[in-house]
């Protein structure tokens, strides 16, 4: 029967090495899925490719722009930017089907390399494939890349390699974050509509105060002995206001976003600002729902995928973008390590659903912690697409409305000067 040798690695980043007698390249691929081991290199016996298969590869010929930087300034010329939601799904999915192929790790991330992925350069994955070729595990190389893998990433695919089941957390990965992607996705699309109105409606009014406004300031000027009314007193005070001192407006304009973000840049400012988004009417609602949601769907997908509860709740913790909300979760995670439940700290917030704390105490009675917070997270992104629905179909009459209100009363002004002077005219 063939032999096979092969370079692998165990669970806990040991290298190993050995032979098999097998069949072909595949069954020895199995039989080491079998061993508990992560195959690196795996040839036929004899051939001396395995020794080249573990050697790094040799960096490709003719110098790469800012080689012979130093590290630092090499980050700070070429930035990296955060990859987004649905570029992780797109390359953590791509991963979890080499992997299901049965390719080895190693194999399947110089595979990466090849693939056109955005938002992640290849760079990346010829550095996590040349990390556990060096015996790294991969939790422990996608810790390394900085500003790419999250803390939910590293801890995630580090239970799966604990469990054995990394091709299914990977899966499950990339499901998580088409999830957060889609319901990003909805809320951003339920904007575009209301910032495009109000976009137009200050374009317009900022045209008519500078432009059409002055001519028929001119006409007015002109006639002796009328008396103006007062909203077209008041809009030509305005207008003169906006043509003469604009600069000055836009000094205190950008004094108060300055002292704005400062203020929300203090930890008691964030706080109440994030407090007080949450208790908005309808706006706040469909926020809430955003959170809990985003709450329930991070710790229940790592809490399925193995990870302990301290550590989950810390990961949860440190992604959750309400303050309030996160000071909630810290003091969750105090209580739990005195020995208490998840459901009853999360109570003494008050901040949380009633619904959520009910079916979280019947999760922690059955056993199932997971599997409540993942019918917890349907259950708010559903609800969340129906408030979306309501709060676009009533901003977009709201806006409307402003907007012609806005229109209309410019106008009014300007027709009411005219109508006052021609029927002084006609006396």
């Not at 000027?221 to 030509?236: N, Y």
């Not at 994030?274 to 706040?284: C, I, Q, S, T, Y």
Request: proline share 5%; glycine share 8%.
């Amino acid at each position: 029967m063939p032999q096979f040798s092969y370079r692998a690695r165990r669970r806990n980043g040991e290298v190993v090495q050995g032979l098999l007698d097998t069949a072909d390249r595949a069954a020895a691929l199995v039989q080491l899925e079998k061993l508990g081991l992560f195959p690196v290199a795996v040839q036929a016996a004899g051939a001396g490719e395995v020794r080249r298969a573990a050697r790094p590869a040799a960096p490709a010929a003719g110098p790469r722009a800012g080689a012979g930087l130093p590290a630092g300034l090499r980050a700070l010329l070429q930035p990296r930017r955060r990859p987004r939601l649905q570029e992780l799904a797109t390359f953590t999915q791509q991963l979890a089907n080499l992997l299901q192929s049965g390719m080895p790790l190693t194999v399947a991330l110089n595979s990466m390399t090849h693939l056109e992925t955005r938002g992640i350069p290849a760079e990346v994955s010829r550095q996590l494939k040349q990390d556990v070729m060096e015996g790294k595990s991969l939790s422990d190389a996608l810790a390394r890349q900085q500003g790419v893998f999250t803390d939910l990433y590293v801890n995630m695919v580090r239970a799966g390699e604990q469990s054995g089941a990394l091709k299914d957390v990977l899966r499950r990965l990339a499901t998580h974050y088409e999830r957060f992607a889609e319901v990003r996705s909805k809320f951003l699309s339920a904007m575009i509509y209301p910032v495009i109105v109000a976009v137009v409606g200050v374009v317009i009014v900022a045209f008519f105060m500078t432009v059409m406004l002055p001519k028929f300031m001119t006409i007015f000027d002109g006639v002796q002995g009328i008396q103006l009314p007062a909203s077209t007193r008041l809009l030509m005070s305005a207008s003169a206001l906006f043509s003469g001192y604009w600069w000055l407006m836009l000094l205190v304009l950008l004094a108060a976003v300055g002292l704005f973000q400062r203020y929300r840049a203090s930890p008691a400012g964030r706080q109440s600002l994030d407090r007080l988004a949450m208790r908005l009417p309808v706006v706040g609602e469909v926020i809430r729902l955003n959170l809990f949601g985003q709450f329930c769907r991070t710790l229940g997908t790592l809490l399925s995928n193995g990870v302990p509860v301290l550590t989950a709740l810390k990961i949860t913790e440190s992604v959750m973008p309400n303050v309030v909300l996160r000071e909630a979760i810290a003091r969750t995670r105090e209580a739990v390590t005195d020995g208490k439940t998840i459901a009853q700290p999360l109570a003494r917030a008050k901040l949380f659903p009633q619904l959520m704390l009910d079916l979280l105490k019947i999760g922690e009675d059955t056993g199932d912690v997971p599997g409540a917070l993942e019918n917890l997270a349907d259950t708010y992104e559903s609800e969340l697409t129906l408030k979306l629905r309501v709060l676009t179909n009533l901003i977009e009459p709201a806006m409307i409305i402003l907007i012609a209100v806005g229109v209309g009363g410019l106008l009014f002004s300007v027709l009411s000067a005219m109508f006052a002077i021609t029927n002084t005219l006609n006396r």
